[in-house]
């Protein structure tokens, strides 16, 4: 078994629609996650030697960013892909974290990939608001984002896709087309996001697109069995326990057919996750919802810290923070927090208890 950077090291028949893999919609989503804020739009991925360091500043495992991009840069099967319409756009106030990219496979055929949540506090809040929002700010930018692009390239077929939050986005934005868009729209890629509210799910849109619609998720997956209700999704084997299986560098793939490995169904610890957080999110409405996920993060927005690594570096006196914040909430607030996090505790330690504890708790 390999991953998708030896993929790209060996595979090396240039990329067209006909061709065109569910691996190859894993590399660019991955490559969705580099910072081309100084490259020049519309350059070739062969064109960006010398400017490594720059795409991969600030990046989460920067290292096989940086492998991933010298394999890339010289493989006939993608360094002739131009890189076009980069968007990221942060907005701290409107709790909003987008960013989005096109890449110009050739006259006829686009890859627009919407990049998953970077390591910034507003970005994971923005994740948890969809438990209780139909639309989020990212996502209705992305729409808007997917609209422009389709408009510009008119004549182009077009594959969408993104990791984590960025393969939301991407059923979103799709959704939201219209019907001549959408025609246009050859495969909608979620690798491993979260879904969506139940009220969404029912909307004649998103029933639709699903044909369309393309779901994998690694056997141990977190993030992409968040509000998942359908068994409409694919398994791939990963390497890692539960939130490593997230990074796509870890999914692996079959060295002879150059294809994901597949598994028919998701691992126990997963399944059990999914249960537990199902059941926990049921145990509220949309306005507790809205006010535990407020005030959390209210409560983490008191260290001044913009990113989790940040806070990380100084934890203890982090902490500290967050518990001075949590003790100038109002009583009801206290409560429901409380109420909430003791009520997940409860269902994730009863998924993992053995057998016999379990059966006891039941009674």
Not at 143 to 148: K, V
Not at 172 to 182: D, E, I, V, Y
Request: glycine share 4%; net charge neutral; with cysteine.
């Amino acid at each position: 078994m390999i991953n998708f950077v030896d993929y790209v090291k060996y595979t090396s028949e240039p990329l067209s629609l006909q061709n065109f893999t569910d691996v190859d919609a894993l590399v660019l989503s991955q490559l969705a996650y580099m910072k081309f804020d100084n490259i020049k739009d519309g350059l070739m991925l062969s064109e960006m030697k010398g400017k490594f360091v720059d795409l991969i500043k600030g990046t989460r495992v920067a290292e096989k960013n940086y492998e991933l991009l010298t394999y890339l840069v010289k493989n006939p099967r993608f360094a002739s892909i131009r890189v076009t319409r980069y968007v990221n756009d942060f907005n701290w106030l409107a709790v909003k974290q987008l960013s989005a990219v096109t890449f110009i496979i050739d006259k006829r055929f686009i890859y627009v990939a919407f990049r998953g949540t970077d390591g910034t506090i507003v970005g994971w809040e923005e994740d948890l608001n969809m438990a209780f929002m139909d639309e989020v700010p990212a996502q209705a930018q992305a729409a808007e984002y997917l609209t422009a692009v389709a408009k510009k390239y008119w004549l182009s077929q077009i594959i969408v896709g993104g990791h984590s939050k960025g393969g939301n986005l991407a059923v979103f934005a799709s959704m939201k087309q219209n019907p001549k868009t959408l025609k246009r729209i050859v495969k909608i890629y979620n690798f491993d996001g979260p879904e969506f509210k139940q009220d969404v799910c029912d909307l004649p849109e998103y029933q639709a697109i699903q044909p369309k619609v393309i779901k994998i998720v690694p056997e141990s997956s977190i993030i992409g069995m968040l509000l998942q209700r359908t068994d409409h999704f694919q398994v791939v084997k990963a390497e890692g326990a539960l939130f490593f299986q997230h990074d796509l560098y870890n999914w692996t793939i079959d060295e002879n057919t150059g294809d994901f490995v597949r598994l028919k169904e998701l691992s126990k610890a997963s399944k059990n996750i999914k249960s537990s957080l199902y059941d926990w999110l049921n145990k509220f409405n949309n306005d507790e919802r809205q006010i535990i996920i407020d005030n959390l993060f209210d409560i983490l927005n008191a260290t001044e810290c913009t990113t989790f690594s940040e806070f990380v570096k100084n934890w203890k006196n982090n902490v500290t923070k967050l518990i001075a914040q949590y003790e100038n909430t109002d009583d009801n607030t206290k409560e429901l927090l409380k109420k909430s996090l003791a009520t997940l505790a409860k269902y994730l330690a009863i998924s993992y208890l053995p057998k016999k504890h379990k059966e006891k708790e039941e009674k």
